[in-house]
């Protein structure tokens, strides 16, 4: 018996791996080869295709295509209907699977509804993508990026809050967290474990 729940509209194949308390609800599909970690949900009409990762307490909302070559660290957010690519220039006539470039969504990092994450691209850890975003191409650390092509309007805390930087310094006013700007990146400046 399994300990991670399945709907009976659902499907996974042998060869997946799913970590313990993890759920996959109505009509999605989890292929073999793919890795789901632990804690995770996946909402309605999810697929997971073979050879992507996924890690524990991941959030994927409903209508969301996890495609060969996306890896999702811990914690990370899949907002409802956002899309990843994994070819630059598909056509249906031409083979291109040698050609898959990888997208990695670092730990804590949220993406906006209808957001689309063209492959290659990286999202640093506890970034947000807005909604309806297109991301191509780095997005650092803790970066708010919106529009399309995305680009940067600002930054956000590890909670989820966006901060408000003062001469390169941000505290956040929901659980305190300090950071500080430097070239162009944010990094944070106390512990973690210093949260309220």
């Keep these: ?44 009409n999810v697929v997971v295709m073979p050879r992507t990762r996924i890690g524990n307490n991941v959030k994927i909302q409903n209508n969301v295509s996890i495609y060969e070559g996306v890896e999702l660290e811990d914690d990370v957010f899949c ?13 249906s006539h031409v083979s291109r ?33 807005g909604a309806g975003a297109v991301v191509r191409g780095e997005v650092p650390d803790y970066a708010l990026v919106v529009g399309m092509p995305a680009r940067r309007i600002g930054w956000m805390c590890q909670c989820g ?7 390169g310094a941000a505290a956040c006013g929901a659980c305190g967290a300090r950071y500080r700007e430097d070239r162009g990146l944010l990094r944070r400046v106390d512990s973690p474990t210093q949260q309220g």
């Excluded at 194949?13 to 789901?36: E, N």
């Excluded at 809050?161 to 001469?167: G, I, K, P």
Aim: aromatic fraction near 10%; glycine fraction near 12%; charge should be neutral.
């Design 97 to 129: 699977k040698a050609e898959y470039l990888p997208t990695v969504v670092r730990r804590g990092a949220t993406i906006g509804a209808n957001a689309t994450i063209i492959c290659g691209s990286t999202l640093g850890a506890y970034s947000f993508v």
């Design 1 to 44: 018996m399994p300990d991670y729940f399945v709907h009976e509209s659902s499907y996974v194949d042998d060869g997946a791996i799913v970590g313990a308390g993890t759920k996959i609800w109505h009509f999605s599909h989890v292929m073999p080869g793919a890795v789901i970690g632990e804690r995770c949900n996946l909402g309605q």
């Design 79 to 91: 907002g409802p209907s956002c899309v990843f690519t994994n070819v630059i220039n598909p056509r």
């Design 161 to 167: 809050v966006r901060l408000a930087l003062v001469e």
